[in-house]
């Protein structure tokens, strides 16, 4: 493209060097010709000199510079020519509106758009269809449709590029009422429909609700022979997908044979990634190479994320090779995509994602989240802290994935006073009521042993999401108030809120931390047939640990049994864990050999049978693990506390000797101990404070 543009180039200014040697740059429609050359050719420096050595100028001149600086995107420099134009006595002309309005589209500068628009009705061109449609289309693409639709009823005259305009424009906000609406006045007022009306109008339909009128507009198209459209084949492909209909989306593309291009490959690959079916995306990415399309920075982008999935994570470093290869990773967003995969991948794959991270150029907002996120996800919050504030340091954009990323790390570290200075910092930006921002802090509150604060946050959005809803029904399960989780569960079906996946494992979690046995096996039965969300293992698990914490060890079993896929680590840490409290060394034995094959790395499974053989006094098996555990090379992850006095977090762990105060901690914790040990002496702890209240100069408070 570079090379095609460099010879047109040279050419074209061998034909200005023979137009000079003629003399007939003094023409005027020789030098609006290659005013106009130039600045197809993105060379704004040549053009404006010789519009500059023009003796004379008409309308069609200062057209085409003005055009030039407006559709590069200088706007200042497009308005300083039009007041010169003004001056010069020329008359405006509809084409000069319409191509400044162009450009001031593509900004999205609404309020030069206003001052071009109080300039056009004092001339009366605001009426014009060419400069009125223009004036529509910047109006809608600026985000003020009902501006734009006041634009086009006063029009006397309309076009089709008028329709198409609030079409789009309505559509961009996502109004599908008015949308429709106006599609049928179009067809009403006998105006013919082209691949610009239907293409904003099937973006709008993102939901199984939307799969009739999809299948209606679909009939509209090949009615009128618009499906060979790429922009219309590759819309009807991913309406199809987001209203849950992979079959119909691939019979579109099946279809499409003639027409497709590397935007429709992209579609079908995002549909099978929609739809959890990453072989197919892997075939479709194949395939297309097969049939000579080269993949873009949108296809690694899409391919790379399919390499999350667990079955593809062999996938992930080839790809990264290829993308190098192919000199697409200084693209930011296949770079922002590879870290997600790597970060994903689990804990040790941190390093490669920080490796590309580091050695990018350019970073966006969504590169720096993502590390952000990844620090939060492996457990490094402290580090996650010190690049949030790298973050303000370097004034890079903080967004509400920014706060949600950042407060979820107070969280983890228990840090309150720390977690609510970023709560009032989002107060003061204005994304405390936005949803993602609003469930970290439901959490971290939570976290922290507010639920009344937690409670508050909830209240503060909008609560039209399940994200906000499933952080606080987790919150007051963890609180140990199951019954006010299950309200919620029940007003948010009032209020007409769709749950997710997530909201059952929250819900089930309250029933099990709360021994509400039947209420979360009805929960469990009715997930598909009343809400249409099949079971996954993670609802199998929170079923399992329900039973496991009732005592019901046998219907924990039975139900890992009936599972209709393959357990993993998780399913089976959890019937381990319900073994343990059950106190089944037998069926726990079993669990753990199974658990022991899938991670041998884990030391939470050999912790937990160590401790079950030492219950059970059988010291050979116990010897056996302990000894397993030395040859393997696994050490017990030792746990931490910590507490935030006076600004300062103090972490500790067991036995743990390198805290400054280190002295005063074991004396103090000694007198406890001792203490606790004279209460366990006397059968009546009140008889004790009786004892010590009778002894001369002693403070039975200070004691307590």
């Given at each position: 493209m570079k090379r095609l543009h460099s010879l047109t180039l040279l050419g074209l200014k061998a034909t200005h060097c023979q137009a000079i040697k003629l003399g007939s740059t003094a023409d005027l429609y020789t030098a609006n010709n290659l005013i106009t050359s130039y600045t197809k050719c993105t060379e704004l420096t040549f053009a404006h000199q010789l519009f500059d050595e023009m003796p004379h100028r008409d309308t069609v001149s200062w057209n085409a510079i003005i055009s030039a600086y407006a559709n590069s995107g200088h706007l200042g420099a497009t308005w300083k020519l039009l007041c010169a134009m003004r001056r010069s006595t020329l008359a405006f002309g509809s084409h000069t509106f319409a191509s400044i309005l162009k450009g001031v589209a593509r900004a999205r500068e609404f309020q030069l758009g206003q001052q071009l628009h109080s300039v056009m009705l004092k001339m009366g061109l605001s009426e014009n269809v060419f400069s009125g449609s223009a004036l529509l289309d910047m109006y809608a693409k600026c985000g003020r449709v009902d501006d734009a639709y006041v634009v086009f009823r006063s029009m006397p005259a309309r076009n089709y590029v008028s329709w198409n305009a609030l079409v789009a424009g309505y559509s961009r906000v996502g109004d599908c009422d008015m949308a429709f609406w106006v599609l049928r006045c179009m067809e009403f007022e006998g105006v013919e429909i082209d691949d610009g009306t239907v293409s904003p109008l099937l973006t709008l339909l993102d939901g199984i609700e939307f799969y009739r009128l999809a299948m209606q507009l679909h009939c509209k198209i090949v009615k009128h022979g618009l499906e060979l459209f790429n922009t219309v084949c590759n819309a009807t492909i991913t309406a199809y997908s987001e209203c849950c209909s992979l079959q119909d989306a691939e019979r579109v593309f099946d279809g499409a044979v003639a027409c497709r291009d590397v935007v429709t490959w992209n579609s079908m690959l995002g549909a099978y990634l929609m739809h959890e079916k990453e072989d197919l995306a892997f075939k479709v990415f194949i395939d297309m190479q097969n049939f000579g399309f080269e993949p873009d920075a949108y296809t690694y982008t899409g391919i790379v994320s399919a390499c999350s999935v667990q079955e593809h994570k062999s996938c992930g470093k080839y790809l990264h090779g290829l993308v190098i290869k192919r000199g697409l990773q200084d693209s930011v967003p296949v770079s922002n995509a590879l870290i997600a995969m790597y970060i994903r991948f689990n804990d040790r794959c941190m390093e490669n994602a920080l490796r590309i991270f580091f050695s990018m150029d350019l970073k966006d907002c969504c590169t720096w989240n993502s590390i952000l996120a990844g620090y939060v996800q492996v457990g490094l919050s402290e580090d996650a802290?010190?690049?949030?504030?790298?973050?303000?340091?370097?004034?890079?954009?903080?967004?509400?994935?920014?706060?949600?990323?950042?407060?979820?790390?107070?969280?983890?570290?228990?840090?309150?006073?720390?977690?609510?200075?970023?709560?009032?910092?989002?107060?003061?930006?204005?994304?405390?009521?936005?949803?993602?921002?609003?469930?970290?802090?439901?959490?971290?509150?939570?976290?922290?042993?507010?639920?009344?604060?937690?409670?508050?946050?909830?209240?503060a959005t909008s609560k039209d999401n399940a994200i906000v809803w499933n952080s606080i029904i987790f919150g007051y399960a963890q609180h140990g108030q199951g019954n006010i989780a299950l309200d919620l569960f029940y007003l948010m079906r009032e209020r007409k809120v769709k749950p997710d996946h997530i909201t059952f494992v929250a819900v089930l979690t309250a029933c099990s931390h709360n021994g509400l046995v039947e209420e979360g096996c009805n929960f469990i039965e009715s997930m598909e047939s009343d809400f249409g969300i099949p079971p996954r293992k993670e609802h199998y698990a929170c079923a399992i640990d329900l039973y496991g914490r009732a005592g019901h060890l046998e219907k924990a079993k039975a139900l890992f049994e009936t599972m209709p896929f393959e357990p993993d680590a998780m399913v089976l840490k959890t019937l381990l864990g319900a073994c343990r409290f059950c106190g089944d060394i037998e069926l726990a034995s079993q669990v753990a050999k199974t658990l022991l094959e899938l991670e041998p790395g884990e030391h939470c499974t050999y912790v937990i049978l160590s401790e079950m053989y030492e219950r059970f006094k059988m010291w050979d098996e116990k010897a056996s693990v302990t000894r397993m555990m030395r040859e393997r090379g696994v050490k017990k992850v030792p746990g931490w506390s910590w507490i935030e006095v006076k600004n300062k977090v103090h972490a500790f762990n067991a036995e743990d000797h390198s805290h400054p105060q280190c002295e005063e901690i074991y004396t103090l914790?000694?007198?406890?101990?001792?203490g606790i040990k004279l209460f366990d002496n006397f059968v009546n702890p009140m008889l004790l404070l009786q004892c010590l209240h009778n002894l001369d100069g002693y403070d039975d408070q200070k004691f307590l």
């Amino acid at each position: 493209m570079k090379r095609l543009h460099s010879l047109t180039l040279l050419g074209l200014k061998a034909t200005h060097c023979q137009a000079i040697k003629l003399g007939s740059t003094a023409d005027l429609y020789t030098a609006n010709n290659l005013i106009t050359s130039y600045t197809k050719c993105t060379e704004l420096t040549f053009a404006h000199q010789l519009f500059d050595e023009m003796p004379h100028r008409d309308t069609v001149s200062w057209n085409a510079i003005i055009s030039a600086y407006a559709n590069s995107g200088h706007l200042g420099a497009t308005w300083k020519l039009l007041c010169a134009m003004r001056r010069s006595t020329l008359a405006f002309g509809s084409h000069t509106f319409a191509s400044i309005l162009k450009g001031v589209a593509r900004a999205r500068e609404f309020q030069l758009g206003q001052q071009l628009h109080s300039v056009m009705l004092k001339m009366g061109l605001s009426e014009n269809v060419f400069s009125g449609s223009a004036l529509l289309d910047m109006y809608a693409k600026c985000g003020r449709v009902d501006d734009a639709y006041v634009v086009f009823r006063s029009m006397p005259a309309r076009n089709y590029v008028s329709w198409n305009a609030l079409v789009a424009g309505y559509s961009r906000v996502g109004d599908c009422d008015m949308a429709f609406w106006v599609l049928r006045c179009m067809e009403f007022e006998g105006v013919e429909i082209d691949d610009g009306t239907v293409s904003p109008l099937l973006t709008l339909l993102d939901g199984i609700e939307f799969y009739r009128l999809a299948m209606q507009l679909h009939c509209k198209i090949v009615k009128h022979g618009l499906e060979l459209f790429n922009t219309v084949c590759n819309a009807t492909i991913t309406a199809y997908s987001e209203c849950c209909s992979l079959q119909d989306a691939e019979r579109v593309f099946d279809g499409a044979v003639a027409c497709r291009d590397v935007v429709t490959w992209n579609s079908m690959l995002g549909a099978y990634l929609m739809h959890e079916k990453e072989d197919l995306a892997f075939k479709v990415f194949i395939d297309m190479q097969n049939f000579g399309f080269e993949p873009d920075a949108y296809t690694y982008t899409g391919i790379v994320s399919a390499c999350s999935v667990q079955e593809h994570k062999s996938c992930g470093k080839y790809l990264h090779g290829l993308v190098i290869k192919r000199g697409l990773q200084d693209s930011v967003p296949v770079s922002n995509a590879l870290i997600a995969m790597y970060i994903r991948f689990n804990d040790r794959c941190m390093e490669n994602a920080l490796r590309i991270f580091f050695s990018m150029d350019l970073k966006d907002c969504c590169t720096w989240n993502s590390i952000l996120a990844g620090y939060v996800q492996v457990g490094l919050s402290e580090d996650a802290l010190r690049l949030y504030l790298q973050m303000r340091s370097l004034v890079i954009e903080i967004d509400h994935y920014t706060f949600s990323a950042v407060i979820r790390s107070c969280s983890d570290l228990a840090t309150l006073q720390l977690g609510q200075q970023v709560h009032v910092l989002a107060l003061k930006v204005g994304f405390d009521t936005n949803n993602y921002v609003g469930s970290s802090l439901i959490f971290m509150y939570s976290k922290c042993g507010i639920i009344e604060d937690a409670r508050k946050s909830f209240e503060a959005t909008s609560k039209d999401n399940a994200i906000v809803w499933n952080s606080i029904i987790f919150g007051y399960a963890q609180h140990g108030q199951g019954n006010i989780a299950l309200d919620l569960f029940y007003l948010m079906r009032e209020r007409k809120v769709k749950p997710d996946h997530i909201t059952f494992v929250a819900v089930l979690t309250a029933c099990s931390h709360n021994g509400l046995v039947e209420e979360g096996c009805n929960f469990i039965e009715s997930m598909e047939s009343d809400f249409g969300i099949p079971p996954r293992k993670e609802h199998y698990a929170c079923a399992i640990d329900l039973y496991g914490r009732a005592g019901h060890l046998e219907k924990a079993k039975a139900l890992f049994e009936t599972m209709p896929f393959e357990p993993d680590a998780m399913v089976l840490k959890t019937l381990l864990g319900a073994c343990r409290f059950c106190g089944d060394i037998e069926l726990a034995s079993q669990v753990a050999k199974t658990l022991l094959e899938l991670e041998p790395g884990e030391h939470c499974t050999y912790v937990i049978l160590s401790e079950m053989y030492e219950r059970f006094k059988m010291w050979d098996e116990k010897a056996s693990v302990t000894r397993m555990m030395r040859e393997r090379g696994v050490k017990k992850v030792p746990g931490w506390s910590w507490i935030e006095v006076k600004n300062k977090v103090h972490a500790f762990n067991a036995e743990d000797h390198s805290h400054p105060q280190c002295e005063e901690i074991y004396t103090l914790l000694q007198q406890l101990n001792e203490g606790i040990k004279l209460f366990d002496n006397f059968v009546n702890p009140m008889l004790l404070l009786q004892c010590l209240h009778n002894l001369d100069g002693y403070d039975d408070q200070k004691f307590l």
